[in-house]
């Protein structure tokens, strides 16, 4: 079982386990479900591998966390407070409204 690779998905902060997997006696070795070494369950399938473990065990993917998806130029035009809406008092429900200003 030499060739075997634990199925993951790697997100830019976390690593979900696609299925059962665990860890060697040692806490070091990631082995399948069913492997006689089998000491400790790591993760179930969709259970998320703390990060911090992640890392020690040499899951986690340094260059994809540090990365920045969006373009600077994205960054600096998105806006920090929703847009202002105006309604004209002939575009307000026919309900008693609040307007500013009336």
Known sequence: MSDWKPKLRRGP????ALE?????ADYK???PDGDPE???LLAAPLNDIPQKLARRLGLFDEEKANSNTASPE???NRS?????????R?????K?????GS
């Open 96 to 100: 008693k409204v609040n307007l500013k």
């Open 13 to 16: 902060f976390s690593i979900t």
């Open 38 to 40: 089998a000491a400790v």
């Open 74 to 76: 994205d960054i600096k």
């Open 90 to 94: 002939e575009e307000a429900p026919a």
């Open 80 to 88: 920090t407070r929703p847009a202002e809406v105006t309604v004209t």
């Open 29 to 31: 070795t990631i082995v």
């Open 20 to 24: 059962r997997l665990w860890l060697k």
